[in-house]
C-alpha cells in the first residue's frame, strides 16, 4: 500500500508554510485590503507549493539519499530563517501556519482515504450483489443496448470528415474518433478477409488504397467457441475478422513514442480485441507517451487444424498456424503504418495473458517473425500446449470431417461458416494450440531459446498463484472438470515414470483432504507455473534479459478466482472492466504497476525511486532469478520457487 503521507510531504509543507504565511502577513503590513491580502497568499503559496513539490519530489533529489538528505538541510534552514527574520521585522511566528499546513498534509490524505474506502465499498456491494459467491462464474452485466453499440459496423466515407482524426496509411484513410485525450480508432483491417477461396489460407496483404473509412467501431471477432463466461459472445463473429484497434495521444507530435500491442487470451478457442480488458483508451489518456494496439486473429478450426491427411488438404499447408501467421499480418502492417498514429516500428512491445502469451513465446523463437518486436511482456503461457499437438490437430480434422458429413477438402470450403461454427462447438474439448511444425515454429523451442533464437528480445514473464478458478469462470464448471482430467491425463502421458509416481501420490494426498477435482486442479495450476518459469530460466540461458513477476494477489470473490483479469486490468488501469469480472482494481498496486509497464515499453530501467509515484518507496526489479512479486497489497522482489510447486519431483523436472 502506499503511504498516506512521507517525510518528504513534511519537508514541503514547511516551505508551503512560510510562503502562505508570508503571502498574506506582508501584504497586510503594507495596508492591502483583506481581501487582497488573502488573493496574494494563495496565489503565492500555491505557486511555490507546485515549484517546491516538483524539486523534492524530482528524480535528482528522489535517486540518491545523500540528495534528499541536503534538500531536507535546505528547506530546515530556510524555514528557520524565515522564522527568525518574521519574528524581528514582523513581530509574528510562522509555527502557527505551520501547525495549519501539516493538518493539511495530515488530513487531506486521510479524507481521501475514506472516501476512496466507501467508493470502493459500494463497488464491492454492487459486485457481490451480482455474483453472490460466484459459484456461476462470469455473468456480465450486459445490456441489449450495450450490444447493440458494440456490434456497430464501419462504413465507407464518401465526402467531408474530421481530418483531425483521421490517419492515411498504405492502404487506406481511417477516421476515428477522440476520447478525452486519445484518438481511439477500431476496426482497422489489416489484411484480406480470409473468406471464400481464401479460408484456411495464410493472409495476405491488403492492396494499397486513398479510399476513407470509418474507424469507430470493433471490427467482427473471430468464429469462435461461445462459453457462457465469454464476454465475446456477445460479440458479432465472422470469418472476416483480420481487425485491429489503437489509442493514440489526441494531440499530433513529431515524436515517435513506443508502441504496445495486445494479443487477446482465451484458450485458442475463443476471445477477442473487444474484450473490454483490452481497451487501451484509459492508459493512454494517463500516458501520452504510448501507442497502444489490439487485434484479432483466427481461433479453433479456422485457425488452428492440420489437414494433411484430407483429400485435397495439400492445399491448405499453414491451417496448423493460421493464427500465428495472422498475428506476423497484424505486426507487419503495425511495422509499416504505425508511424502515421505516432508510434515508433522500431520500439513495439507485445503483450499477452495465457495463450496470446503462448503465441508471443512461439513468434519469439521463429524466423519469420524476428525483429517484428523488441520487447515482450508474456503471462501465464509457454511453449508446452504447443508440443506434441501435431497428431491432436490431424485428429481434429478427421473428427471435422465425421462431424459435418464431409470427406474432402474441397467440402468443407463449400460449407457456410455457420455450420462449421456448431461444428466447432460440439467439438471444443478436441481443439488445438498452435503447433511446432519445424517450419513456421522449431520443433524445439527451449532449445531454439537457449540457442539464442530470442536473445535479441527484452522479455517479463509473469506467473500467476490463483488463474485456475479464473479459467473455470470463463469455460463453466462441467467443461473446466472435463479440461482439468484431460490436462493432467496428457501431463502424465509424457513424463518420466519417477515423476508420474509422485504425481499420481500428490493427487491421492490431496484428494483425502478436499477432493480428486481440486487436487488435480491445484497439480494443473503448479504445471503451468512452472512451465512458465521454465520459459524464463530457457530465455535467460539463451542471453535474453529477463524480468520475472509473481502475482499473488487474493479473489475479491474465492469461487473467480484472481487471474488474466485482475493483472490486465491492474496493468493498463481498466477498471470498470475489472468490476464486469467480478474483482474491484487495487489503485495503489495500478498505479506503480502501470508506471513500470510505460518504462518497460519505453526501453528504460526498470525501476522506481521513491516518491516518484506519491507515497510510493523506491524499488528496483531485479533480473531473473529474482521476481516482483503483487502479493496482499505490496510489491516487493524475492525468489518464488517454494511458491509455485508442492512437489519438488515436478520442479526439479521442469527447471533441469
Same mark, same amino acid.
Given at each position: ?6 517525510? !518528504?510531504?513534511?519537508m514541503?509543507?514547511?516551505i ?42 524530482? *528524480?535528482?533529489?528522489? +535517486? ?13 534552514l ?41 467508493i ?10 451480482? /455474483?453472490?459467491?460466484g ?5 456480465f ?11 456497430? @459496423?464501419?462504413q465507407?466515407?464518401?465526402?467531408? /470528415? ?7 496509411t ?9 476520447? *478525452? ?10 489484411a ?47 470469418e ?89 499480418a497484424a ?20 503483450l ?9 513465446c ?44 464431409t ?13 462449421? *461454427?456448431?461444428?466447432? +462447438? ?42 485456475? @478458478? ?20 496428457d ?18 494426498a ?24 521454465r ?16 502475482? !499473488?494477489?487474493?479473489a ?18 481498466n ?14 498496486l495500478s ?12 526501453? !528504460? ?52
Open positions: 500500500m502506499k503511504k498516506l503521507f512521507t517525510i !518528504d510531504d513534511f514541503v509543507a514547511f508551503s508554510a512560510m510562503v502562505y504565511g508570508f503571502g498574506y502577513t506582508i501584504p497586510m503590513h503594507l495596508g492591502w485590503p483583506q481581501l487582497a491580502c488573502m488573493v496574494a497568499c494563495f496565489a503565492l503559496g500555491i505557486a511555490l507549493e507546485e515549484l517546491i513539490s516538483k524539486i523534492v519530489f524530482s *528524480k535528482t533529489v528522489q +535517486q540518491k539519499t545523500v540528495n534528499r538528505v541536503f534538500t531536507y538541510v535546505v528547506i530546515l530556510i524555514f528557520l530563517i524565515a522564522e527568525f527574520v518574521s519574528m524581528r521585522l514582523l513581530g509574528t511566528s510562522l509555527m502557527e501556519d505551520l501547525e495549519e499546513e501539516f493538518a493539511w498534509v495530515v488530513g487531506l490524505p486521510i479524507l481521501g482515504l475514506v472516501v476512496n474506502l466507501c470502493r465499498g459500494y463497488r464491492v456491494r454492487k459486485i457481490r450483489k451480482l /455474483y453472490g459467491d459459484s456461476e462464474g462470469y455473468v452485466d450486459v445490456t441489449d443496448k450495450d450490444i447493440e453499440e458494440v456490434n456497430r @459496423q464501419n465507407a466515407i464518401q465526402g467531408e /470528415y474530421d481530418s483531425e482524426c483521421a490517419v492515411r498504405r492502404t487506406g484513410v481511417y477516421v476515428g474518433e477522440k476520447y *478525452k485525450k486519445t484518438r481511439i480508432f477500431m476496426g482497422i483491417p489489416y484480406k478477409p480470409p473468406v471464400g477461396e481464401l479460408r484456411w489460407k495464410a493472409p495476405e496483404p491488403l492492396p494499397a488504397s486513398d479510399a476513407v473509412f470509418e474507424a469507430r467501431n470493433f471490427g467482427a471477432s473471430a468464429i469462435q467457441v461461445e462459453h457462457k463466461g465469454s464476454i465475446t459472445r456477445h460479440h458479432r463473429q465472422s472476416d475478422c483480420l481487425t485491429l484497434n489503437i489509442a493514440a495521444g489526441a494531440e499530433k507530435t513529431e515524436a515517435k513514442k513506443p508502441v504496445l500491442v495486445l494479443f487477446h487470451h482465451g484458450d485458442f478457442t475463443y476471445g477477442g480485441a473487444v474484450d473490454p480488458l483490452l481497451y487501451g483508451g484509459d492508459y493512454v489518456n494517463s500516458h501520452q507517451d504510448v501507442v497502444i494496439v489490439s487485434f484479432n486473429y483466427r481461433l479453433g478450426i479456422f485457425g488452428f487444424i492440420d489437414f494433411s491427411e484430407v483429400p485435397g488438404g495439400e492445399a491448405c499447408p499453414d491451417a496448423l498456424n493460421l493464427g500465428l501467421l495472422d498475428q506476423i505486426l507487419n502492417w503495425i511495422r509499416e503504418n504505425i508511424a502515421a498514429f505516432g508510434g515508433d516500428p522500431e520500439r513495439i512491445t507485445v499477452g495473458f495465457e495463450s496470446g502469451s503462448t503465441c508471443i512461439l513468434l519469439a523463437a521463429s524466423a519469420q517473425a524476428k525483429g517484428l518486436f523488441q520487447r515482450a511482456f508474456v503471462f501465464n503461457g509457454s511453449p508446452e500446449s504447443a508440443y506434441d499437438t501435431s497428431d491432436a490437430s490431424r485428429a481434429l480434422a478427421k473428427a471435422l470431417l465425421k462431424e459435418t458429413n470427406s474432402t477438402m474441397a467440402e468443407l470450403l463449400q460449407l457456410d461458416a455457420e455450420t462449421l *461454427k456448431a461444428a466447432a +462447438q460440439r467439438l471444443w474439448m478436441n481443439m488445438c494450440a498452435p503447433t511446432c511444425d519445424g517450419k513456421l515454429i522449431p520443433k524445439q523451442v527451449y532449445e531454439a531459446y537457449r540457442n539464442g533464437a530470442a536473445s535479441c528480445i527484452e522479455f517479463i514473464v509473469g506467473i500467476t498463484g490463483g488463474g485456475m @478458478q479464473a479459467y473455470r469462470s470463463s469455460v463453466g464448471g462441467r467443461n473446466y472438470e472435463d479440461a482439468v482430467n484431460a490436462a493432467v491425463d501431463m502424465q502421458g509424457y513424463m518420466d515414470p519417477s515423476i508420474t509416481g509422485a504425481v499420481r501420490a500428490y493427487i491421492e490431496r484428494t483425502a483432504a478436499s477432493s480428486e477435482l481440486e487436487a488435480k486442479s491445484k497439480l494443473a495450476a503448479q504445471y503451468i507455473a512452472l512451465g512458465v518459469y520459459v524464463a530460466a530457457k530465455l535467460s540461458q539463451g542471453g535474453s534479459k529477463v524480468r520475472l513477476m509473481y502475482w !499473488d494477489e487474493k475479491l470473490i474465492e469461487n473467480l478466482g484472481s487471474g488474466t483479469a485482475d493483472v490486465l486490468a491492474t496493468l493498463l488501469g477498471g470498470e472492466a475489472l468490476q464486469q469480472y467480478g474483482s474491484v482494481m487495487n489503485a495503489d498505479e506503480p504497476l502501470q508506471a513500470l509497464l510505460l518504462k518497460f515499453v519505453s526501453g !528504460d530501467a526498470l525501476q522506481l525511486y521513491r516518491n516518484e509515484i506519491t507515497g510510493f518507496d523506491g524499488l528496483e526489479w531485479k533480473a531473473f532469478p529474482q521476481a516482483l512479486i503483487v502479493s496482499d497489497g505490496k510489491i516487493m522482489c524475492d525468489t518464488i520457487e517454494d511458491r509455485i510447486t508442492d512437489v519438488k519431483e515436478l520442479l526439479d523436472y521442469m527447471v533441469k
